[in-house]
């Protein structure tokens, strides 16, 4: 069939209802975005490239749809860098269009050219530039096949001269795969070692939520044993809070219910987690990885498995197909050995946490450091981080879709929230970048319209992504509610410094006259500020009700004193020792 090159692009789009594609306008895609409205695709046209492309992960991550990112050659594209690493170590299926500079005149050094394949080759699951106009189709359904069956973003990269070519093209069919259900051997040997058990536990991770029904399959494998399940860190979507069996979080201020149980484990189902350092890492003093247990690790990349932990039994499978299996390989008495008396410890550790969780109001120093107490007696009548999030917990829906940044005060609430269901929790994962929060959260509600999403950002990550109110009060936009905490410093850096550097705050330190709340004003948002635990509970229940009813975006601006929680990196920090000694007396001085 005859037709254009960007007919046959945005038809390859919607054969696999590719339905909303987020970034900035830029003549290198026009004659695509030119069609966009034709085709039932919406452009949202946001403030940064790097926030189009968390709002893109924030939609997919919401929906289980894929989306798309795109925007001009050379600079627009370079400013999805973050984003894209974001959605890698997110497992998130995107589509990255990169229109490139015109094959004419590459390696000119000409207008807005960089080495755009090169650029995103340790960024994306797969990538592939387009060699003639007449493939055009043939690529891009390939590139969207790879980042559904690697559960990643793939990349296609296009001369911007090959659009507007006649072409004789045919629009070939969705590639679809199915997933497997793992090798017979393996899970059989998973199955006998969890049969044997007298202390399963089951760790949950993000395959569990991308895969089709895996919540329910590890509820009824995890009910079968009598197992507490625990998930990886900042996946508290990936089994219901609500269940007796679910123990929380493990990994950096995490649940310490999830991390008594898990140590004592004798076999440890790893279910759709490749198991990262950070999900592991020692909590509340616990070094709690149980050394002696038999672990069986279920990835769908087998380049993950036994990266990070010594596996006794990996499994190359969908979480879903894997758990069930196992579940049908069960032996009649497995789970028996000590069920009763261990549903018993997994109630009263559970109880023992959430009322210890219940009653922290405030932030511990480290022997010989005292920076949180000063904090306290600076303000004294100024809301804690921990206070903030019980008074949270108080008015959010049970239904939202929440979002969190990078930084001190969105970790310290990384202990609270539990879902009923998966896609969820939005969180930055493992690139950890700054400025995730509240793209993701706009994302969400782009393609959860009927749901109510609250976002979280501290307010050093905020600055990165604050620009963006200027994009998301126009009409077309849906409303979202964003909650700021405010306390005036990099947070994560600033306990560094009063760990390690002798609070020697260099680079720390936020402006005090700045006000995230009248910024929101300026845009023609709602902007509050809540002081106290009450006026915060009343203000975000109200800005639920405005998002809901009124179609109104409220931006709600924490006033918090500058306690710090746990530092990120222990593990990876240690005092430095000064032996040359520096003086501002050795610096050279410009020639008079």
Known sequence: MKMTTEEAFVKTLQAHGIRHAFGIIGSAMMPISDIFPAAGITFWDCAHEGSAGMMADGYTRATGEMSMMIAQNGPGITNFVTAVKTAYWNHTPLLLVTPQAANKTIGQGGFQEVEQMKLFEDMVAYQEEVRDPTRVAEVLTRVIAKAKRLSGPAQINIPRDFWTQV????????????????????????????????????????????????IAASMALAERLDAPVCVGYQHNDAFPGSHPLFAGPLGYNGSKAGMQLIKDADVVLCLGTRLNPFSTLPGYGMEYWPADAKIIQVDINPDRIGLTKKVTVGIVGDAAKVATGILNGLSDSAGDAGRDERKAKIAQTKSA????????????????????????????????????????????????????????????????????????????GLFGPCGYGLPAIVGAKIGKPDVPVVGFAGDGAFGIAVNELTAIGREEWPAIT???????????????????????????????????????????????????????????????????????????????????????????????????????????????
């Open 353 to 428: 946490w959430k009322q210890e969780l219940s009653s922290l109001d405030h932030e511990q120093d480290d022997p010989g450091t005292s920076w949180n107490e000063r904090a306290r007696q600076a303000r004294p009548d100024w809301m804690s981080p921990r206070q903030a999030w019980r008074a949270i917990q108080q008015a959010l829906p049970r239904e939202a879709i929440i979002s969190s940044d990078i930084g001190n005060n969105c970790a310290i609430g990384n202990a609270y929230p539990d879902f009923d269901e998966g896609r969820k929790y939005l969180a930055p």
């Open 167 to 214: 072409v004789d093209i045919t629009i070939p069919e969705p590639i679809e795969f199915e997933v497997s259900p793992g090798g017979e051997n393996s899970v059989r040997k998973a199955a006998e070692l969890l049969s044997s058990a007298k202390n399963p536990v089951i760790l949950n991770g993000a395959g569990v939520v991308l895969s089709e029904g895996g």
């Open 482 to 592: 964003q909650i700021v905490f405010r306390n005036y410093q990099w947070g994560a850096e600033k306990r560094n410094s009063t760990l390690w550097f002798d609070d020697n705050f260099v680079g720390t330190e936020l402006d005090m006259k700045v006000s995230y709340a009248k910024i929101a004003e300026a845009c023609g948002l709602k902007g509050v500020q809540a002081k106290t635990m009450d006026e915060l509970t009343d203000a975000l229940n109200t800005a639920i009700k405005d998002q809901m009813e009124n179609n109104t975006t409220t931006l709600i601006e924490v006033i918090l004193n500058q306690e710090l929680g746990e530092p990120f990196r222990r593990d990876a920090m240690k005092k430095p020792v000064r032996v040359a000694g520096i003086s501002k007396d050795d610096m050279a001085h410009a020639a008079e």
